[in-house]
Nanobody
Framework: QVQLVESGGGLVQAGGSLRLSCAASGRTFSTYAMGWFRQAPGKEREFVAA???????YYADSVKGRFTISKNNANNMLYLQMNSLKPEDTAVYYCAAGNSFPRVGPRAYDYWGQGTQVTVSS
């Protein structure tokens, strides 16, 4: 079992930056593959980025070059640095933990946080 709590969302203007954090507790954090997903109103949850237990990374094409996923195993934290934000990045962002990498489907992840809202104004 692992518990996940996201933070860091907010309102930002287009072109701005935000850093999301995800605090993990429970089973050893470093043994999981971790991911970030997002869900906009009326849309399905979509993959954003993933990081393996060995810190390999994988990104959705829509965020490649703008977002960076990272983690700190010492303090059980996952991060998503988001730069050059666009209005279409507006969504609730979720962190998730799973056992395979890279996986872009939500069903591949076993544990989810409650989400944090990111709103990008034009």
């Amino acid at each position: 079992q692992v518990q996940l709590v996201e933070s860091g969302g907010g309102l930002v203007q287009a072109g701005g930056s935000l850093r999301l954090s995800c605090a993990a507790s429970g089973r050893t954090f470093s043994t999981y593959a971790m991911g970030w997903f997002r869900q906009a109103p009326g849309k399905e949850r979509e993959f954003v980025a993933a990081i393996s237990w060995g810190s390999s990374t994988y990104y959705a094409d829509s965020v490649k070059g703008r977002f960076t996923i990272s983690k700190n195993n010492a303090n059980n934290m996952l991060y998503l640095q988001m730069n050059s934000l666009k209005p279409e990045d507006t969504a609730v962002y979720y962190c998730a933990a799973g056992n395979s990498f890279p996986r872009v489907g939500p069903r591949a992840y076993d544990y989810w946080g409650q989400g944090t809202q990111v709103t990008v104004s034009s």
